[in-house]
Structures are given as structure tokens and as C-alpha cells.
């Protein structure tokens, strides 16, 4: 495909300089794109190489300062970076609105119900009573359980698991290889010391406009439901336990866990690594750092914590900072106890 200059700068209303006709049909990096390729400039780090790109169109700020002549059709836009992001997702649209129909061989339950435009990849099963909205594209090799219910325009990449009564909003992204609806770890102790399993009869619920990385996990609830919340981005590799609840706007990094029954508040952050222990609270605006773990409810808003167990993210650079001069107190406290007997000893010698 095919995008002029003037046709890019209409969808992401930015202003031309140079050529409006320049063509393009594909992306780069600026170091590396060549002619016919679109690229953007957004940190400064890379501002040499907007004098030296071979790319047909670059997309810069509105404040950005040229320095010397460029050989690129330039589109100045109030934020280079998400124009970019607006941009790829439009291309990305297109590309999916291309994927249409059935491939073979695959299952469909003849009581599944499936929107207008939707694509299902090969070897994919679609269980009874399950519900596919309208544009839903699902690569090969996914799973999606009796009951199921998928909104509009979302996208299950290849090798999703989706399992019974589990609930997908509209415009969902869920990458390759991901569980929604596994049973929650719950077992109960018995007097033999064996353990048995309680069954997980609730589901997941998953709101509009969430993505959800490779190779997470997101339990079913014992009873009720786990949900993720509208607007909700978890990475890759990440475990959500039963019947957690995550806000609005939060993001996960990768690797991170979160134990049973926690309710993590909206626009919360945290790191690669966190540890969230079970059955507690994170307020509104939480900022955990990547390792961190975090044992009990944070009840204060737009806290910012590290460490484990995580404490206050100021104290803890604090006790960083003590930690590492602690060799040169030692030598200090050295020093001064041997002032100090020096002193008693020439005293002893005076009396």
C-alpha cells in the first residue's frame, strides 16, 4: 500500500514541509530508513540523522529547530511520537480490515454465533453458545470455550486460550500464547496433610480496549470474577490470580505477579518482577518499581514505592545511600575508637 505525504498528514493533522505528493509504502527506523519509507523523529538523541535519512517522509514536532537543510518531506505535528503510534495503528486497522473468512480446516460449533467480517485462522475451535462480535480477527491454533463471549474488533493472535464463560470486551488485543480463564490456585489443607482442590466455578472478565501480552496467565475467579478493567495494558509473562481485580489505565510490566483476591486501584504502574501478595489494596496511581514486593495494602494515592518488602521509594534511595557508605562509617568508627583510647591512655599517662 501505497500513502502520500498529504494523505498521512490529513489522519494525523500534521502541517507539510516539502513534497506533498512523496510517496511511501513502508516504515524505518530514521538511521536506517531508506527511500519510500516513512519514519519520525522524536528524541533528540536521533537528531543527526534526520540531516542524513534516506526516508521519503519524517514526521517531526511542531517545536523542532532545523539546523541545516533536509532531503525529507517533514510533517510537523504537536507530538512526533504519537503521531507515529496513531499512524501504525491506522495502518495496522487496514491490514486487519484485509483478513475475512474462514480457513480450513477449523472448527465452529453450529450453536456459536459469529459477527459480520470476522476472520478465523486454521486449526482454531470456536466452542457452542460462543459469541464473536463483528470485525473479531482469530489466528490459528486459538482456543475459545462454550460460552465465550468476544466483542467487537478484538484480536486473539495464534495459540490463544480462552476457556468457558470468560467474558472480551470490544477492541481487545491478545498476543500469542495466552490463558484467560484457568482454574485459580485453590486448595484446601486437609488433616492427612494432603491438599484439596476447591473448583474454580467463576470466570474473567476482560473490558474494552485492554492488551494483554505473550504467555500470560489470568486465572478464573472460585466465585464471581477476575476482571481487567477498561484501558488495562499487561506485558508479557504475566501471572493475574483469581478474583484480583485490575483498574482502569493500569499497566504491568512483564513477569510481574499478582496474588489472589488483590485489587489493584487505576492508572497503577509497576515494574518488571513485582510481587503482589494476596487480599490486599493498591491506591489509585501507585508506582511500583521493577523487583519489587509489595506485602500489604497502599492505601495513599500516587505512592511511589520499591524494595522488598517495598517501602516508600524516597526512603528507600535513603537507606541505598546508607548502605553504601557503611564501609567508609565502619573506617570512621574505627578511627574514632582509636582516637579515643589514644586520648584515655596519654590521660592514665598524665594522672
Known amino acids: 500500500m501505497q500513502f502520500s505525504a498529504a494523505q498521512i498528514a490529513l489522519i494525523i493533522q500534521g502541517k507539510i514541509e516539502g513534497?506533498?505528493?512523496?510517496?511511501v509504502e513502508s516504515f524505518g527506523k530514521i538511521e536506517e530508513a531508506r527511500a519510500g519509507q516513512l519514519t519520525f523523529l522524536a528524541n533528540p538523541k536521533y537528531e543527526d540523522y534526520l540531516y542524513t535519512t534516506d526516508a521519503s517522509v519524517v514526521i517531526i514536532n511542531a517545536a523542532q529547530e532545523l539546523r541545516q537543510g533536509v532531503k525529507s518531506t517533514l510533517i510537523r505535528v504537536a507530538d512526533a511520537y504519537s503521531a507515529f503510534a496513531t499512524l501504525l495503528a491506522k495502518y495496522q486497522e487496514i491490514q486487519n480490515q484485509q483478513m475475512v473468512g474462514i480457513q480450513q480446516p477449523s472448527f465452529i460449533s453450529d450453536k456459536a454465533s459469529l459477527g459480520m467480517h470476522v476472520f478465523v485462522g486454521a486449526f482454531s475451535y470456536i466452542s457452542e453458545n460462543a459469541s464473536i462480535g463483528k470485525n473479531v480477527k482469530i489466528y490459528p491454533h486459538v482456543y475459545i470455550g462454550p460460552g465465550v463471549i468476544i466483542g467487537d474488533n478484538t484480536i486473539l493472535y495464534p495459540g490463544v486460550r480462552i476457556y468457558h464463560g470468560c467474558k472480551v470486551g470490544e477492541n481487545v488485543t491478545i498476543h500469542a500464547g495466552t490463558v484467560?480463564?484457568?482454574d485459580g490456585f485453590g486448595f484446601a489443607p486437609q488433616a492427612d496433610g494432603t491438599f484439596k482442590k476447591?473448583?474454580?466455578i467463576g470466570n474473567v472478565v476482560i473490558e474494552d480496549n485492554v492488551e494483554i501480552g505473550s504467555n500470560a496467565t489470568i486465572d478464573r475467579a472460585?466465585?464471581?470474577?477476575?476482571?481487567?478493567?477498561?484501558?488495562?495494558?499487561?506485558?508479557?509473562?504475566i501471572q493475574i490470580a483469581h478474583n484480583v481485580e485490575i483498574g482502569e489505565n493500569t499497566v504491568i510490566a512483564a513477569q510481574t505477579g499478582v496474588s489472589g483476591s488483590t485489587k489493584v486501584g487505576k492508572n497503577v504502574m509497576m515494574g518488571?518482577?513485582?510481587?503482589?501478595?494476596?487480599?490486599?489494596f493498591i491506591a489509585d496511581g501507585t508506582r511500583i518499581n521493577a523487583q519489587s514486593g509489595v506485602t500489604k495494602s497502599v492505601k495513599t494515592p500516587n505512592s511511589a514505592l520499591s524494595g522488598s518488602p517495598a517501602f516508600d521509594y524516597t526512603s528507600t534511595l535513603r537507606s541505598q545511600a546508607i548502605a553504601r557508605n557503611l564501609p567508609e562509617l565502619e573506617k570512621r568508627?574505627?578511627?574514632l575508637e582509636l582516637a579515643i583510647k589514644q586520648l584515655l591512655a596519654e590521660k592514665e599517662s598524665i594522672s
Open 19 to 23: 513534497n506533498p505528493d512523496a510517496l
Open 180 to 182: 484467560v480463564g484457568g
Open 198 to 200: 476447591v473448583p474454580q
Open 222 to 237: 472460585t466465585i464471581g470474577s477476575t476482571i481487567i478493567r477498561r484501558g488495562a495494558k499487561l506485558d508479557n509473562l
Open 272 to 280: 518488571g518482577q513485582a510481587g503482589v501478595v494476596g487480599h490486599i
Open 333 to 335: 568508627i574505627v578511627d
